[in-house]
Structure formats: structure tokens, C-alpha cells
């Protein structure tokens, strides 16, 4: 079988995950975390705690030094205070999860086509080697509503689309909110950061769906990497657990608080801040129990606009980190075709050593 693998999309995966959790399969040796690589389980969110942050108190300077100390550290936490109701984030979840529980032909009327990133499907298979994730999922832009794809916004349920309209929009608001108090949190103009996503800032909702699998142990819903956006605004499922966050090495459990969004920072605010925040490492666990389901929305900026580290960041205790960079989404996937690592690429190189 393996030799006659080929790298051409779709031909690789002889059977979708949503019907291998459906017959109760042995994930094939394409799922499986290889060596020992798949880490501990161990849950030390007890030793180190995701914070909780109200957004609604961020004028005051106790609560915006939490948020630089959050970021700074963990690169994410629990955002409260948000103004979006419970019944409002539980309707968010549900058209999520009526799409998903349509029966697979409906679904496919909205299939990611073959070298796109956007639309209904399973991982875009870039190499032989690559591990799979036990997830499928729904990418859609969202902002700018220019470049909305709208055939393929599902048409069931009939309220998907006025639902994440709402739910763009309001994120949107949180996030100019959320880049503005970053800035002040390091003593910054208000708009040293926001003013480098442009008015035409981009926001991509991926709703993700992670059906049951009788190996998690071996296999992982979302393999670790970091988010190439500015920022991450995620809504998790309202009970099912899953989501890893790694600091000091270990895999930190998320939990799920349900009237809490988790934000997190991608690797354009890492280099934006010189490093100061964290682009965290990040991975989803499989369970053998229930189904989950996550909507992460990213905002990155206008992919023309070259980005880098705020001068005022950089001194010679900080020197600057990364070079000014555009279209950091084309780098990022590029790396990731390659197997590297974006963020290293932009890095510039330390030649202190060298002197
Ligand atoms: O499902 C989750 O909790 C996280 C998903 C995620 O990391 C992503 O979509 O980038
Ligand atoms: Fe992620």
C-alpha cells in the first residue's frame, strides 16, 4: 500500500475520518503520532493556571497588566466580559453542530476543493509523511466581506449565515478592542499594533468537528502548532475538553468555560511585539467518549502590508528579532509544506556570537 502512496491530495486517504468514526475503525498508521513524540498526558493545569481576564475592566491598570502577563507567558487566556450572551455563543455552537450532523452528501455540496483552503473537508495533504488530524472541518473567510465565498456558507440551518455574521462582527470589535489594550499594556500608542492590520484586516472562521476515535492515545485531533495570525479568538465546545496548550514543556489542559472565549496569540503578534508575546504551541487531544467541536476565528493583517517588531520595542537589551515581513500567510504555508518552521524564517540571526 505505502509505495503506492502519492502526494496528490484525496488519493492518499482511502477513507474519510467521518467514516472511520462511524464504523468504529483502527485509525490507520497515517494518524499515528510517531515515536514518542505524542507527550504526557499528564494534566498540570492545576500547576499552571490559563487565566481569566474580564475584557470589559481593560482600562484599568490591573487587570491590563494581567493581560500583558497572560501573553507574555502562556500566549492566551479566558476571555470574560466579552458582552456576547450565553444564549447568543450556545446559538454559535449549534448551527456549528447542525451543519456538521447533516448527512455527508449535503456537506460536500460545500467541499474544500483540491489546493484550496477554503470549504468543507479534512486536512489539505501537502507530504507523504505528514501525520493526519482526526478532525474535519469548515473554513470560510469572513473579512473582508469582499472576498466572502458565499456558496459556500451552508444554506442548512437557514440561520448559519445571519449567525456568523453576527458573530464576525462582534469578534471583530473584541479583537480592535483586544490589539488596542495590547498596545497600551506595553506602554505603546494605542494603535501600534492595530494600525498594521490595515482597514482591511482579513478574519478567517474555521469551525472544527472532532468525532470519536478508539485510539487516543496514538492520535490527535490537531497536531501541535502555533496559529499564523495575529490573533485567535476561540469558542470551545460547552463540555467536551480537548484542547493543549504546552508551557515549560508540558501540555497544559484548556478548560471549557462556557460563557468564556480563549484568545490567543498567532505568530504575526509575536513578531508585531518583538517576541514579547507568546505564539504558543498548541495541539487537540482525541477522546474516546464524545464528540467536540471548536469555531476559531483569526485576524491577520492586510496581507500587503509589511509588518515587523514596533521600533519602540527594540533597544539593545531587546534587540529586534524578526525582519519586517508581507504575506506572512504565503510564508507560513510554504514552511509548511517544507516541514520548517515560519517563524524561525523571519528570524534574524543572532551574530553576537560571531563578533
Ligand atoms: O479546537 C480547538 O480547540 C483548537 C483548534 C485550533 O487550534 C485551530 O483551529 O487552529
Ligand atoms: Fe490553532
Not at 100 to 110: C, G, I, M, R, S
Not at 337 to 354: F, N, P
Request: glycine residues 6%; charged residues 25%; hydrophobic residues 35%.
Amino acid at each position: 500500500m505505502a509505495s503506492n502512496l502519492k502526494v496528490s491530495e484525496e488519493k492518499s486517504v482511502p477513507k474519510s475520518v467521518q467514516e472511520m468514526s462511524m464504523n468504529g475503525d483502527e485509525p490507520p498508521s497515517q494518524y499515528l503520532v510517531k515515536g514518542n513524540s505524542f507527550g504526557s498526558v499528564m494534566d498540570s493545569s492545576i500547576l499552571i493556571p490559563i487565566p481569566i481576564i474580564d475584557v470589559s475592566l481593560l482600562s484599568s491598570e490591573c487587570e491590563l497588566e494581567k493581560l500583558r502577563s497572560a501573553l507574555s507567558s502562556v500566549g492566551c487566556f479566558q476571555a470574560i466580559g466579552h458582552g456576547m450572551s450565553d444564549s447568543f455563543l450556545d446559538k454559535v455552537r449549534e448551527v456549528a453542530k447542525h451543519f456538521f450532523a447533516l448527512p455527508e452528501e449535503e456537506k460536500q455540496k460545500y467541499a474544500r476543493a483540491v489546493n484550496e483552503s477554503e470549504g468543507y473537508g479534512n486536512d489539505r495533504i501537502v507530504s507523504e509523511k505528514q501525520v493526519l488530524d482526526w478532525s474535519y472541518r469548515l473554513t470560510l473567510h469572513v473579512l473582508p466581506k469582499a472576498k466572502r465565498r458565499l456558496f459556500l456558507w451552508p444554506k442548512d440551518p437557514s440561520d448559519f449565515s445571519e449567525t456568523l455574521e453576527e458573530f464576525t462582527t462582534t469578534v471583530k470589535s473584541m479583537m480592535d478592542h483586544l490589539l488596542r489594550s495590547m498596545a497600551r499594556s506595553l506602554n505603546l500608542e494605542e494603535g501600534s499594533f492595530l494600525d498594521q492590520f490595515g482597514g482591511q484586516s482579513l478574519m478567517m472562521a474555521r469551525f472544527n468537528f472532532y468525532p470519536r476515535c478508539s485510539r487516543p492515545d496514538l492520535v490527535l485531533g490537531v497536531k501541535p502548532h502555533t496559529d499564523r495570525s495575529g490573533i485567535t479568538v476561540l469558542l470551545q465546545d460547552k463540555e467536551v475538553e480537548g484542547l493543549q496548550v504546552l508551557v515549560d514543556d508540558k501540555w497544559i489542559n484548556v478548560p471549557t468555560i462556557p460563557e468564556a472565549l480563549l484568545v490567543n496569540i498567532g505568530d504575526q503578534m509575536q513578531i508585531m511585539s518583538n517576541g514579547i508575546f507568546k505564539s504558543i504551541l498548541h495541539r487537540v487531544v482525541t477522546n474516546t467518549e464524545n464528540l467536540r467541536m471548536s469555531v476559531a476565528m483569526f485576524n491577520e493583517p492586510e496581507p500587503e502590508n509589511e509588518i515587523g517588531p514596533v521600533e519602540s520595542l527594540t533597544d539593545e537589551t531587546r534587540p529586534r528579532l524578526y525582519r519586517n515581513v508581507k504575506n506572512y500567510g504565503v510564508i507560513n504555508y510554504k514552511c509548511y509544506q517544507e516541514g520548517k518552521i515560519a517563524l524561525e524564517t523571519v528570524k534574524i540571526a543572532d551574530t553576537s556570537h560571531h563578533k
